[in-house]
């Protein structure tokens, strides 16, 4: 079994920054990708960042150029650095993290607002 313990979220203004983290605990074995996804108010959860187990990385459309995904891979986490935010950043940001097999992993969640 793998959890995932986030953090880092909260208010900011737009226009500001914040880094969110992810940190694996438990039975890890093989992380393969880890991500970023996010969930607004009446929305679908949707994907925002993906960085695989040799450091590629793809972003969203709407967060390219903004954000910053990266990896500790000694210490099983996943970092999404934030920057210029805006208002419809507003979420709830998952992490999730693909183990070896295919199986996959889902963090509680971190509230992000921005005010405007």
């Known amino acids: 079994q793998v959890h995932l313990a986030e953090s880092g979220g909260g208010l900011v203004q737009t226009g500001g920054s914040l880094r969110l983290s992810c940190a694996a605990f438990?039975?890890?074995?093989?992380?393969?990708?880890m991500g970023w996804y996010r969930q607004a108010p009446g929305k679908q959860r949707e994907w925002v960042a993906t960085?695989?187990?040799?450091?590629?990385?793809n972003y969203a459309d709407s967060v390219k150029g903004r954000f910053t995904i990266s990896r500790d891979n000694a210490k099983s986490t996943v970092y999404l650095q934030m920057n210029s935010l805006k208002f419809e950043d507003t979420a709830v940001y998952y992490c999730?993290?693909?183990?070896?097999?295919?199986?996959?992993?889902w963090g509680q969640g971190t509230q992000v607002t921005v005010s405007s």
């Open positions: 960085i695989s187990s040799g450091g590629s990385t």
């Open positions: 999730k993290v693909v183990v070896a097999g295919g199986r996959n992993y």
């Open positions: 438990g039975s890890i074995f093989n992380i393969n990708a």
